[in-house]
């Protein structure tokens, strides 16, 4: 039988696996990978900053639900992308990150680049190991893989010493994990807790469904409607950094002041639900607390400091929990469901009047709206800032993903890259303000070689909105300071990476302009000069 290195063992394990593509950036460590894929295993997705590997591989996690994988140097190639981890881990995303590291035989002798890198890891993963051999190196792999998809999804981080990616193993075929090894099961909640789930539903007069950001996909969205139907109690999924004011769930906090009971599905109670107090809960609204990890059903019970207000606490897969309820339902609630969705439907100033002056985010968001409408098949990509919520109040698709519970900006390019390798058939739109677009603006030239188009869609109000909102409404416009930017030609980057691009000044225009990107068949960016206003808000 023949020998393989450690890096075979990873691609084989890795094409046993299903991955189909890894996202990464190279370096010394890990080049006797990017050997060994050569021959068998992933192709490489070559991109020009770790972090955007990372949210890549995010993005990949979310639209498929299998692990994305990322694969980096050793050291500062890490270091570089620990902090989209963060993104996958507050998102719920699985995530496996490969990152090289320097030799376990010259560990603790300053290796070049040697560096405590799954200590680094450690705060925004599940997980973080180290490869300590080459034999066994594939079921380290199948055991991050696992733990990344299990429970809470989330990243898993796996240290690959450069020894051990090199070392030879005889019989190496032996040492990739079979199949089955990749399989993940699920915590099911048992019909005793769900009936007592449905009774105390059925006992409530405004009761509310929320979901974890695990479940703002797809599949999971069809799951939330299905048991909202069967139940006939709103079920709605929480994704956003601004919590209970998500742009894209309207009214959601009034509705949340006035709920007598609250189911938290896989949802943290956390800052997005103001920590389950008074004013944005009643004290007297009671909770239910369905979650695959046991330290979130403790935690819930200490955030809320009362654990009198915890009717029930269970532990289940919140994807199984929603079947499981929905087929032992009977819907009840006449009329609740009704008022609930119409409140979320709340968008204030999305009506905006077409001006003279630089677009309105709004009208930007009715162009793109209308596009998106035009397409088979879209994925709506949208970033922090204001103008990221001007475009999640404004615009909707089918399939959309977000910068997530982290509020950390700058992921919207590289997920409109992932989603493009995801779903090949989907038109993907990203909306990002001016500020984001410079954090992996280098990724177009990803998207160019790897024959990847999109339309970015840049909302340029040249300045760092968000933060200068809140120096407005802090410290006053006469205390504005250091948050513009210049109102810079991204369009013409784009067309310097080999993209396509276009300036828009005037609202008449986008409708052409969005066309002629969506059709170029080129990555694109449509570079809109609009008005600097700050996010809408619902009244409370
Ligand atoms: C990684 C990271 N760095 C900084 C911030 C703080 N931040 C949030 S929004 C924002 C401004 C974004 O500016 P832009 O993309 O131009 O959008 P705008 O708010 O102007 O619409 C900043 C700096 C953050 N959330 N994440």
Not at 123 to 149: N, Y
Not at 171 to 200: C, K, T, Y
Not at 241 to 252: E, S
Not at 515 to 528: E, I, K, Q, T, Y
Request: aromatic share 4%.
């Amino acid at each position: 039988m023949a020998a393989l290195r450690g890096a075979d063992v990873l691609a084989r394990s890795l094409q046993r696996a299903g991955v189909g593509r890894v996202f990464s950036l190279s370096g010394n460590h890990v080049m006797s990978v990017y050997d060994a894929v050569h021959d068998a295993g992933p192709g490489i997705v070559h991109v020009r900053h770790e972090a955007a590997a990372v949210h890549m591989a995010d993005a990949w996690g979310r639209l498929t639900g299998q692990p994305g994988v990322a694969l980096l140097t050793g050291g500062p190639g890490h270091a570089n992308g620990v902090s989209a981890l963060y993104t996958a881990l507050a998102s719920e995303s699985p995530l496996v990150l490969l990152s090289g590291e320097a030799p376990i035989g010259q560990r603790h002798k300053g290796a070049f680049q040697e560096m405590r890198q799954g200590e680094m890891a450690a705060p925004v993963v599940k997980a973080a190991f180290c490869a300590q051999s080459a034999r066994t190196l594939g079921e380290d792999f199948a055991r991050a893989w696992r733990q990344a998809k299990f429970g809470r999804p989330g990243p898993v981080y796996l240290g690959l010493p450069s020894d051990v990616l090199e070392a030879k193993v005889d019989d190496g075929e032996r040492a990739v994990p079979a199949a089955e090894a990749f399989a993940v099961g699920s915590i099911p909640l048992g019909d005793a807790a769900a009936r007592a789930v449905l009774a105390e539903l059925a006992g409530a007069r405004r009761p509310l469904v929320l979901a974890g950001p695990a479940m703002a996909i797809d599949p999971g969205r069809a799951a939330l409607l299905a048991l909202a139907r069967a139940t006939g109690v709103p079920a709605l999924c929480m994704e956003s950094p601004r919590g209970v004011n998500d742009p894209a769930l309207g009214a959601l906090a009034r509705i949340l002041a006035q709920a007598d009971l609250v189911v938290l599905l896989g949802k943290r109670l956390d800052y997005t639900l103001r920590f389950g107090q008074p004013p944005a809960m009643r004290p007297d609204c009671r909770l239910l607390v369905l979650d695959p990890e046991p330290e979130a059903l403790r935690q819930a019970g200490f955030v809320l400091g009362d654990p009198a207000r915890i009717a029930l606490a269970a532990l289940a897969s919140p994807f199984e929990a929603a079947a499981q309820l929905a087929r032992l339902a009977r819907a009840a609630h006449p009329g609740w469901r009704e008022e609930v969705e119409a409140a979320l439907r709340e968008r204030p100033g999305a009506a905006q009047a077409p001006g003279d002056g630089p677009v309105h985010p709004a009208e930007l968001g009715r162009a793109v709206q209308a596009e998106i409408e035009r397409a088979r098949e879209a994925v709506l990509v949208v970033d922090g800032g204001e103008f990221g919520q001007w475009a999640q109040a404004c615009v909707s698709a089918p399939t959309r993903i977000i910068n997530g519970p982290a509020g950390a900006i700058g992921s919207a390019l590289p997920f409109a890259i992932a989603a493009k390798l995801a779903r090949p058939a989907a038109s993907v739109f990203a909306m990002l303000g001016d500020g984001t677009f410079g954090l992996h603006m280098a990724e177009f030239d990803t998207a160019v070689r790897s024959k990847l188009p999109f339309v970015a869609v840049v909302g340029n109000d040249s300045c760092w909105n968000a933060e200068h909102q809140i120096q407005l409404r802090t410290y006053g416009r006469e205390r504005a300071y250091g948050c513009e930017l210049l109102p810079t030609r991204y369009d013409r980057v784009v067309t310097a990476l080999g993209g396509h691009g276009e300036q828009v000044e005037r609202a008449a225009d986008l409708a052409g302009a969005l066309s002629r990107a969506a059709g170029s068949r080129l990555p694109a960016c449509v570079n809109v000069l609009i008005e600097r206003v700050a996010a809408p808000m619902v009244p409370a």
